[in-house]
Every structure is written in structure tokens, then in C-alpha cells.
């Protein structure tokens, strides 16, 4: 039982570029979402899906698109890469049942040049 | 709008002091609030949920509805405390989360 993984761990990105930052959790939760972490800023939700098939926007949506194909997988497409995306990346899950809270990834550390 | 605010950005006490950081929420239902803590550079944990009432690594939180707040209290500070602090709010699907306390405990 891996928990939530988030691949890569770090990405430096050219001002422009395309790319996915992948998040799979294998304990069959339903809600799943991204968030970007920023000094000062807390963290603010991206996007956010309850359900393979489902996704919906949330505070900070604008420059990332979203998809949700299979229960595990929730990657995350920055479409093209600006300045102000450089921040680290969290994406979390959490079951239906049980109120456990969210379990979040490690993080993605994601610099654009 | 569902709002989550943490007052102070930065708390700094000694060792063996006791320690209250601040969570007012704003939502007009019944509330499922969170504690979570971020030790330096790692991923985010979950602390506390106010639905168990229980008490981890020596914190507790009670809910308040009449003062809309879920403060995060320990009796005796220790060095490993010092971290980020973020309380959220669980509502329609989604978790807002506040900006964060930093906690730094002094020797």
C-alpha cells in the first residue's frame, strides 16, 4: 500500500512548455484533488474530482487541466508553462467512507524559467 | 463562501510553554474540520479531525460553533513541534484549507 504518488519530485520547465505531473493512490479512494503551495498563500485548490469520470474546478483552475480516467490516476497538465506556476504541487485523496481526512503526496517542486 | 482563517502567520514560544494556534471557520452547516501539520520540506499530515476528538502527538482542538473556531492547543511545547500548521475545512466535495501558522519553538 504505496499511499499517494506523485511523479516527478522536482521539474524545471522553460516559459511555454507542456507537461503532466502524474498522482496514482491504490486505496480505492473516490476524491481526489491538486493543490499548489505558495509562501504566504496557504495552500489553494486547483482541481478536484469525486469520482473516475468526474472533475470539477476549484479556486486556482486557470492554466491546468484536469482528468480522471480511472479511479487510481489523476494527472495534472499544465498546458503552457508561465512563471507564476513555479510552486510545489500536492495532490490528495480520500475515501468515502471512514472521514479519515485527506492523504496527501510528497509533493512536486516545479520551477518555470 | 466557505472561509478558513488563521490569524497569525507566525507563533514563536519556548519550550515547555504552552502553545494555541487560531482557526476561525465561516459555514453555515455543520462543520468537518482538520488539523494538518508540514514538517520542513515534507509532505502534509494530518494531525487532528474534530469528529474523534482525540488527541495526537499531545494536541487537542475542540469545535466551537457559537465562536466559529477549532483552535489547536498543547500544554507543553516541545522542539519537534516546530512546523506549518494548517487547519481545513471538509464541505461540497472539497478542502479548504487556511494560510497557515508557522510554529518555531525556541530552546
Known amino acids: 500500500n504505496a499511499g499517494v504518488t506523485q511523479t516527478p519530485k522536482f521539474q524545471v520547465l522553460k516559459t511555454g512548455q507542456s507537461m503532466t505531473l502524474q498522482c496514482a493512490q491504490d486505496?480505492?479512494?473516490?476524491?481526489m484533488s491538486w493543490y499548489r503551495q505558495d509562501p504566504g498563500m496557504g495552500l489553494r485548490l486547483i482541481h478536484y474530482?469525486?469520482?473516475?469520470?468526474?472533475?470539477d474546478q476549484g479556486e486556482v483552475p486557470n492554466g491546468y487541466n484536469v482528468s480522471r480516467s480511472t479511479t487510481e490516476d489523476f494527472p495534472l497538465r499544465l498546458l503552457s508553462a508561465a512563471p507564476s506556476q513555479t510552486s510545489v504541487y500536492f495532490c490528495?485523496?480520500?475515501?468515502?467512507?471512514?472521514?479519515?481526512?485527506?492523504?496527501f503526496g510528497s509533493g512536486t517542486r516545479l520551477t518555470v524559467v | 463562501a466557505q472561509r478558513v482563517t488563521q490569524p497569525e502567520k507566525l507563533l514563536s514560544v519556548f519550550k515547555g510553554a504552552p502553545v494555541e494556534l487560531k482557526c476561525n471557520y465561516s459555514y453555515s452547516g455543520s462543520p468537518e474540520l482538520f488539523w494538518y501539520v508540514q514538517y520542513s520540506r515534507q509532505r502534509l499530515q494530518l494531525l487532528l479531525r474534530?469528529?474523534s476528538r482525540e488527541s495526537i502527538k499531545g494536541f487537542t482542538a475542540d469545535l466551537n460553533k457559537g465562536e466559529t473556531s477549532f483552535h489547536l492547543k498543547k500544554p507543553f511545547a516541545q522542539e519537534e513541534d516546530s512546523a506549518m500548521y494548517y487547519c481545513a475545512l471538509w464541505r461540497a466535495q472539497k478542502l479548504v484549507f487556511g494560510q497557515g501558522t508557522r510554529l518555531t519553538i525556541n530552546p
Open positions: 474530482s469525486v469520482g473516475a469520470g468526474i472533475t
Open positions: 486505496m480505492n479512494h473516490e476524491y
Open positions: 490528495a485523496s480520500r475515501g468515502g467512507q471512514g472521514n479519515y481526512g485527506y492523504t
Open positions: 474534530h469528529i
